[in-house]
């Protein structure tokens, strides 16, 4: 029978396997949501990662591949953003010009109250479908603030990525160009 | 009459009742303290960023409700995920920040309970053998002993 000593020992060893073997995962996992960021800067054209949330208003879920076969701009957005209520009159002009065009318009609500969400997307009259997601999405993209805006490929490939608000005129003309190339009517 | 008055203040006192029960007693500033902030990742209370301060208001409507602790983690974690939460899920991965520190405290346990059991058993055996009567010293051991001993008096006279 193994001693006392013994058995403490191998506590121990078994113990600190356990932390090293949750270091090296979580080193394995590393960052996808870095990773996409950083592959859409260097215009490589990632495939966005998939997600399936329910709506914000009505009932039902929006998934990203529903949206394929057609140019896309995801917006992330959260109701306590003030950048985000500044280009909120700007987003909704964009999404009636380019929804004209083909163009869909989806805003990920994220790190929010559902209610308050709500009463922003009255408040600023919001027309384009609106979702709520809990973490796992805004994360998958590397979405680090609000509002951060990503405009996707009728193959549901992203070709351009926006850290802001869509206000100023460098970037309104940025993304007007990255929706062109995404496939949006002239 | 009287009894329907009756009847309206059993109800009243059932409602009242029932709102405290379902408060359990937790309290917005207590709360925070076992939430996160879900933009900056530290504790509530230290957080004074938008996100934050919308929980907080969260939490005082939540009160205000009479809504229960339990009820109110849940609507938070619906609206922000799990990582509201100040201590890890008990799913998945997050087993093993509740598991590690409970392994470690019980194996901790166990050698001080072996320690202290192996540190009384040496002391009783050395204690035993300090009350053991000494064996008398053989005949001829003796003689020479007194001898040796009447010497070094002798000496000191």
């Known amino acids: ?186 | 009459v009287r009894l329907a008055a009756l009847l309206l203040a059993l109800a009243a006192l059932l409602a009242v009742a029932g709102t405290a029960a379902a408060d359990d007693g937790w309290t917005p500033i207590g709360m925070e303290q076992e939430l996160m902030c879900p933009t900056c990742k530290t504790r509530l209370d230290l957080s004074h960023e938008p996100a934050a301060n919308q929980i907080r208001a969260a939490l005082r409507r939540a009160k205000a409700q009479g809504l229960s602790k339990g009820e109110v983690e849940r609507r938070l974690v619906a609206d922000y995920g799990e990582a509201v939460l100040a201590s890890p899920p008990r799913d998945g991965i997050g087993w093993a920040a509740w598991l590690i520190p409970a392994a470690v405290l019980a194996g901790g346990a166990a050698a001080a309970v072996w320690l202290a059991a192996r540190w009384r058993a040496g002391r009783s055996e050395g204690s035993a053998a300090l009350d053991a009567p000494l064996a008398p010293a053989p005949a001829g051991d003796r003689v020479r002993l007194e001898q040796q001993l009447d010497a070094e008096l002798e000496r000191f006279e």
């Open chain 1, 1 to 186: 029978m193994p001693s006392m000593k013994r058995l403490l020992q191998a506590g121990a060893v078994a113990v600190l396997a356990v932390l090293i073997g949750l270091l090296g995962w979580q080193l394995w996992r590393g960052n996808p949501g870095a990773d996409f960021v950083e592959a859409v800067g260097k215009g490589e054209r990632p495939a966005a990662p998939s997600f399936a949330l329910p709506r914000l208003r009505g009932e039902g879920d929006v998934a990203l591949a529903s949206l394929n076969g057609r140019p896309s701009v995801l917006n992330f957005w959260a109701s306590w953003c003030d950048p985000c209520a500044e280009e909120a009159p700007e987003l909704n002009r964009l999404a009636g010009e380019w929804g004209r065009r083909g163009v869909r318009f989806v805003g990920i609500d994220a790190q929010d109250a559902r209610p308050e969400a709500r009463a922003f997307a009255t408040r600023h009259g919001v027309t384009y479908p609106l979702v709520h997601d809990t973490g796992g999405t805004m994360k998958s993209y590397g979405v680090t603030g609000f509002p951060e805006t990503f405009v996707l490929d009728s193959s549901g490939r992203a070709i351009a990525h926006f850290k802001g608000p869509l206000t100023d005129e460098e970037s309104l003309a940025r993304f007007e160009a990255a929706v062109r190339e995404a496939g949006a009517r002239q």
